[in-house]
């Protein structure tokens, strides 16, 4: 074959080795194109109108805190981990903003880097554990899950507390979709992250630890990083979770643990490490959202909602793996 | 440190030497105060046994190992390699024997790996990226490796050469390859002969190991023989049996064994008109007691032949015969149920379980014969075992040993010897002896014509087209997925399989 035929042939595959490098994000895009469609159906048959901004407002909403933590889970999902603490974290969060989190400009923002740092601190101490004390993230996040929900429970043993109005209004308006700037920003986090040497350390972790610590990366760091991004973006989606609900609750936090995984799952990311795309984990975030209120629209017995879910999760993985392998095979 | 030699300095001083190192493993001894020094402009060989202390002398050239005592000189001058930056910074760069690549990121992401170029905000330009990646494979001659595809999806000798080129595009002074051509085809050897060749003319030193005795005298002009740890002496002209005997501490008279003589029998295994993934129209015949050899360039198909006899790749047409009858083979149950075995390259990820016991990996294939009730009866498993452990020379401390402490042609052994308790008749060899040395390769000979003169029948592939000529009986040469040529022996010669092979054949470089 002359060379030039071969650069030819290389230009018509890019396309192709585009769609198999990122069969996940295409496939999770795909899933909340559809998510949408089955949404507005379901949302029209039930109501005889398609939805409207307040439905989109208050989707972006309630889904922010998913987002978050889902981003959270990735960055460590990317090293080979996985991070139970995160519900334990976002508890953290919330309670602490509902219990300091007072009228002024000074104590919004303050109090909420303050619990952003200590978010990233939480994080820290994972990651210590785990890349330092050579334990499994498995074994470590869960300790630290029950220390951190225990914590929470010790700031704010009731639900109670108050988010100021204006606070609430910044982050999740409820009138307008301004949260979607926030879904944008946290997709420019990934685009940066991914460019990043850290992005690389902590990609070529989770490809192989040897292979990456003999191209001279440094793993421990790269891990460490990776759970303590993971702490961040779990506080500020607890933030998000107070801000939501106006007042504190230090469990509301719990269910997100695993949600943030089935996220990450829908998102097309392996759970091997080494592969995935973060936007794809917010699609993945959207389509669990979807997922629920499809379910309120085919009035779906709320009892039933859980077994629904799962049904439906099972069925977008196997589906997943069945087109991603395809389209792998076709590649080569 | 006042041992040693008075340190020499200036341009007379060797461009490295190794000064007594010593580095053990647990309990076991690699290096044993080994001394080494090569200068600069030359190529220089290391030779030695699996578990000479080779690889574990260039990791600590190299960085990526500590030495327990002993010390590293550049030009003279002691330095501290504590890691494979420091010694990336000392101009010494490491073509390390497993690969160092990232599977599931892309070529060019690989080659530039911590040295990506930047666009704005100082994130990392990605179709740069891709151009610079381009640049440089086309500047070493490699047009069929795409900067852009995952390292997951190119095949073995392809990722050898990502290995070997993000090394060489550092411009390194000196430059450690721990056999380096194990996976490579005959095209892709001239190629970094070429590379090495060139570098050396630029005055720097190279410095590689090799098993293949042909590839060392071709390129390496000075070549030093590691035994147990040790030196035992560096050499400008030496021939292939005193080598073989001073690595091995013994006499090998010949290195291959006389073939076995070949009656007229019955075929035991037939392919006709063969068809799927890479395989095009293959036919073939392998009698019992014959020895059929396949050759080939690497990604030819030679692979996917032996998969698909093995119920491990699929086929598209074609029918395969055992014993004269047709067969159907659809996975490898199949064909062990049938006593068909094959004994894979990476014996890693495809035949070998690693982390478990020898024994229970020697049994893995008649474990329903050794159960009862579905529960494995420990006491025949460990007897069967064991027989076959001495039988075969197995060089392992217990049964109960995981595999993956074993050296590389010891865990080939064990996978032979699974197939022969399992009673296979016809075995499928396929490029078992890559990364073996040559005392271990003597034995897998001598067991290969055993088996043959047994009445079994063997079919195997070899990257090494010597090792071809002088065991086959007959060796089948594929090329684009068909046989090309068929050679009977006697007066097989390596050229021969060489020259079939090559025939309009392409390759990854050129």
Not at chain 1, 246 to 252: E, K, N, R, V, Y
């Given at each position: 074959m002359s060379a030039e035929a071969a650069i030819e042939r290389r230009r018509t595959r890019r396309l192709t080795h585009f769609l198999a490098q990122n069969v996940g994000l295409v496939l999770a895009l795909a899933m909340l194109v559809m998510a949408v469609v089955l949404y507005g159906a379901a949302y029209w048959i039930e109501q005889t109108a398609l939805p409207g901004m307040f439905e989109l407002t208050s989707t972006v909403n309630n889904t922010m805190a998913l987002v978050l933590c889902g981003m959270g889970q990735a960055f460590v999902v990317v090293t080979r981990g996985l991070d139970l603490s995160v519900g334990g974290v976002m508890d953290l969060a919330n309670a602490l903003a509902a219990v300091h989190i007072k009228d002024s400009v000074g104590s919004m923002v303050g109090w909420s880097l303050a619990i952003l740092a200590i978010g990233a601190l939480l994080g820290l101490v994972n990651g210590l554990l785990v890349a330092v004390g050579r334990l499994q993230p498995i074994l470590v996040t869960l300790a630290t899950l029950s220390i951190y929900q225990g914590l929470a429970i010790r700031v704010l043993p009731q639900p109670g507390g108050s988010i100021p109005p204006v606070y609430s209004s910044v982050l999740v308006n409820p009138n307008w979709p301004t949260a979607l700037v926030y879904v944008l920003v946290v997709a420019l986090i990934w685009y940066a992250f991914r460019r990043s040497?850290?992005?690389?350390?902590?990609?070529?972790l989770g490809n192989d630890e040897q292979a990456a610590r003999a191209n001279g990366i440094d793993t421990v760091r790269a891990q460490i990083a990776a759970f303590t991004l993971s702490g961040l973006m779990s506080a500020a989606a607890g933030l998000f979770l107070a801000a939501t609900?106006?007042?504190?609750?230090?469990?509301?936090?719990?269910g997100f643990t695993l949600s943030s995984i089935v996220a990450v799952v829908l998102g097309g990311m392996n759970l091997f490490g080494g592969r995935g795309s973060g936007v794809g984990v917010i699609a993945g975030a959207f389509v669990t959202t979807m997922i629920v209120n499809i379910l309120f629209f085919s009035n779906i017995d709320p009892l039933y909602q859980s077994f629904y879910e799962g049904l439906f999760l099972v069925i977008a993985v196997v589906l997943g793996a069945l087109i991603s392998r395809l389209m792998r095979r076709r590649s080569r | 440190m006042s041992e040693g030699p008075a340190t020499a300095s200036g341009p007379t001083a060797p461009a490295i030497e190794g000064i007594k190192l010593s580095?053990?493993?647990?309990?076991?001894?690699?290096?044993?105060?080994?001394?080494?020094?090569?200068?600069r402009g030359e190529?220089?060989?290391?030779v030695g046994e699996n578990g000479a202390g080779k690889s574990t002398l260039i990791k600590i050239l190299g960085g990526r190992l500590r030495a327990d005592a002993g010390e590293v000189r550049l030009a003279g001058g002691t330095v501290e390699l504590d890691s494979p930056d420091a010694a990336h910074r000392h101009g010494v760069w490491t073509v390390f024997q497993e690969l160092t690549l990232l599977p599931w990121m892309t070529v060019a992401e690989n080659l530039l790996i911590r040295r990506e170029p930047r666009g704005a905000f100082r994130l990392i330009d990605r179709a740069r990226m891709a151009k610079e990646a381009d640049a440089v494979l086309a500047g070493l001659g490699i047009h069929n490796i795409d900067p852009r595809g995952l390292v997951e999806d190119l095949s073995l000798a392809q990722q050898q050469i990502v290995e070997i080129v993000r090394v060489i595009v550092q411009d390194p002074d000196i430059l450690l390859l721990d056999e380096p051509t194990s996976s490579l085809g005959e095209n892709e050897v001239e190629w970094l002969f070429g590379l090495i060749r060139d570098l050396s003319s630029r005055n720097k030193c190279i410095i590689f190991t090799s098993h293949r005795w042909k590839e060392i005298t071709d390129v390496a002009d000075r070549i030093t023989i590691f035994r147990n740890g040790g030196e035992l002496g560096t050499f400008t002209e030496i021939d292939e049996n005193r080598a073989v005997t001073l690595m091995t501490g013994q006499q090998v008279d010949a290195l291959y064994p006389e073939r076995p003589a070949l009656e007229a029998a019955r075929p035991l295994l037939e392919a006709r008109a063969l068809n799927g993934p890479g395989v095009s129209g293959v036919s073939l015949t392998l009698r019992r007691g014959e020895i059929l050899g396949v050759g080939g360039l690497a990604g030819h198909g030679h692979r996917e032949l032996f998969f698909s006899l093995f119920g491990a790749a699929p086929t598209t047409g074609g029918e395969i015969l055992v014993n004269e009858s047709k067969v159907r083979i659809s996975n490898p149950h199949d064909a062990i149920g049938l006593g068909i075995a094959l004994v894979p390259e990476d014996r890693k990820t495809e035949g070998l379980i690693l982390p478990m016991s020898v024994g229970t990996n020697l049994t893995l294939a008649i474990l329903p014969q050794l159960s009862a009730l579905g529960v494995i009866r420990g006491g025949h498993e460990g007897r069967a075992a064991l027989n076959m452990v001495g039988k075969l020379k197995i060089r392992t401390p217990g049964l109960r040993n995981p595999v993956h402490q074993l050296s590389g042609g010891n865990q080939q052994k064990v996978l032979l010897a699974r197939w022969l308790l399992a009673d296979s008749h016809i075995v499928l060899l396929y490029d078992v002896t890559r990364g073996v040395d040559v005392a271990t390769k003597h034995e897998i000979y001598e067991l290969?014509?055993?088996?043959a003169r047994e009445g079994r029948a063997?079919?195997?592939?070899?990257?090494?087209a010597e090792e071809l000529a002088h065991l086959s009986h007959r060796v089948l040469v594929m090329r684009e997925g068909r046989i090309a040529a068929e050679l009977a022996a006697p007066g097989i010669t390596a050229e021969d399989i060489v020259s079939a092979a090559v025939r309009e054949a392409t390759s990854i470089v050129g």
């Open positions: 040497s850290l992005g690389v350390s902590i990609f070529a609900a106006t007042a504190g609750d230090a469990t509301t936090g719990n | 580095r053990a493993f647990g309990g076991v001894q690699a290096l044993a105060g080994a001394s080494f020094s090569a200068r190529v220089h060989a290391l290969m014509t055993s088996l063997v079919l195997f592939y070899s990257s090494d």
